[in-house]
């Protein structure tokens, strides 16, 4: 494919223009896959097995329609509260009505900032230089503000609809299809795509712990689920190179060389209605574009990996420090997932609840209320576990 974009910096039009192509092109591609549809499981509680067998072969499968009407207004609701009163930029503390920004309370800053339409990972060592090619950052428009929320980390402390979300059973069941029935958590994050705004996320793969290892497998980093709260689209999706995370530690430098540009062939991008849910697997080559669409995304991202490549697993943190994952602290994390079951009970209580059986017996001590709020909930994120 011809080259479109070909200044360094475009404005966001030009941008958008010179990816139309590769847009139809990605689109039509992803919708020819037969991996999109409703969750499917059988009478016990496993994933359709031609759905299995369709992720196993993509390394992804969009659910279609997870997420109700009430669930997903709720969702945008609480995701458009938490940005509302976030700090106007990265050393504030106070939201754009001068008032205390949120979070301040959590030891872990919830907000992540960029420069708007920005590729802040590409060709940097930063992510322990797992981003190797920088991607084309169009210049904003010139009323965008200085910085744009990129991120939000630690969704299920942030807003209770996400916690109510993480507990989903068809979305429990189909992780325990894929990883097995004692599978931990890794991460919950949301990213922000704005119109104009969204920077890019650069080409790369997850996981930085298991490629080498002997026995390693298309599953070993797991896999993300993405919930999108808006339609899903070619200008503003995350992008990915299907059945590459089959292929161990991919050559990206070299994809995009081949490929002539950032816009690598056979790529397709993960398109799709506001409530449905992605299962990606961590593995693929993937990323996402500058947004310069004119179209929101945001995407609540959780991850699961399955229990034997976490546990006592010693491994080096994307901010380069060493972490060891002992059961104690798989166990304790792994209590998020008993708790949002919980609180997705009280809110939906004619819905039949998964049961996540390393903790089967001891729902008790793992209800949602005010109390596991504080003494579990908050600042749970600090126990992420990461391979
Ligand atoms: O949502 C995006 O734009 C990027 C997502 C991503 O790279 C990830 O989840 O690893």
């Not at 062939?265 to 693929?284: F, K």
């Amino acid at each position: 494919m011809a080259n479109p974009v070909t200044a360094a910096h475009p404005s966001a039009e030009e941008h958008a223009r010179g990816m139309v192509d590769y847009f139809r092109q990605g689109e039509q591609k992803a919708r020819e896959l037969p991996n999109r549809g409703p969750i499917k499981l059988d009478q016990t509680g496993a994933l359709d097995p031609t759905i299995l067998q369709a992720y196993q072969r993509y390394g992804f499968y969009v659910f279609e329609g997870v997420i109700g009407a009430d669930e997903l207004a709720e969702l945008r609701s609480d995701v458009d509260g938490v940005l509302a009163r976030a700090p106007v930029d990265p050393e504030s503390t106070v939201d754009r009505d001068g008032q205390p920004a949120f979070g301040q309370d959590f030891a872990r800053q919830p907000y992540r900032f960029a420069k708007p339409l920005s590729d802040p990972l590409g060709g940097t060592d930063r992510n322990k230089g797992r981003h190797p090619v920088k991607v084309t950052a169009p210049t904003p428009a010139s009323d965008a503000p200085s910085w744009t929320v990129e991120l939000l980390h630690g969704n299920l402390h942030l807003m209770d609809s996400c916690l109510r979300l993480y507990g989903h059973p068809g979305l429990l069941a189909a992780c325990a299809s894929v990883l097995g029935n004692d599978f931990v958590p890794y991460n919950e994050v949301a990213f922000i795509k704005e119109p104009g705004l969204g920077p890019s996320v650069a080409w790369h793969q997850d996981g930085t712990t298991h490629w080498d290892a002997e026995d390693w497998d298309p599953d070993a980093h797991g896999f993300n689920y993405m919930a999108q709260l808006y339609a899903s689209t070619p200008g503003n999706a995350v992008w990915v190179l299907p059945g590459s995370h089959k292929l161990g530690k991919n050559n990206i430098k070299q994809l995009v060389e081949e490929s002539g540009s950032e816009r690598i062939e056979g790529a397709v991008p993960l398109v799709c209605n506001g409530g449905d849910v992605i299962m990606t697997n961590r593995q693929l080559t993937h990323g996402s574009f500058a947004n310069s669409s004119p179209d929101r995304r945001i995407t609540l991202n959780a991850g699961f990996f399955a229990r034997r490549r976490v546990l006592n697993v010693t491994t080096e943190l994307l901010s380069g420090d060493l972490a060891t994952f002992d059961q104690a602290r798989v166990e304790e994390r792994s209590r998020m997932i008993a708790i949002a079951i919980d609180a997705r009970r009280q809110r939906f209580p004619e819905e039949a609840s998964y049961v996540y059986r390393p903790l089967a017996g001891r729902e008790d001590e793992n209800r949602w209320n005010e109390d596991t709020r504080h003494t579990v909930v908050k600042d749970y994120n600090l126990r992420d576990m990461y391979i």
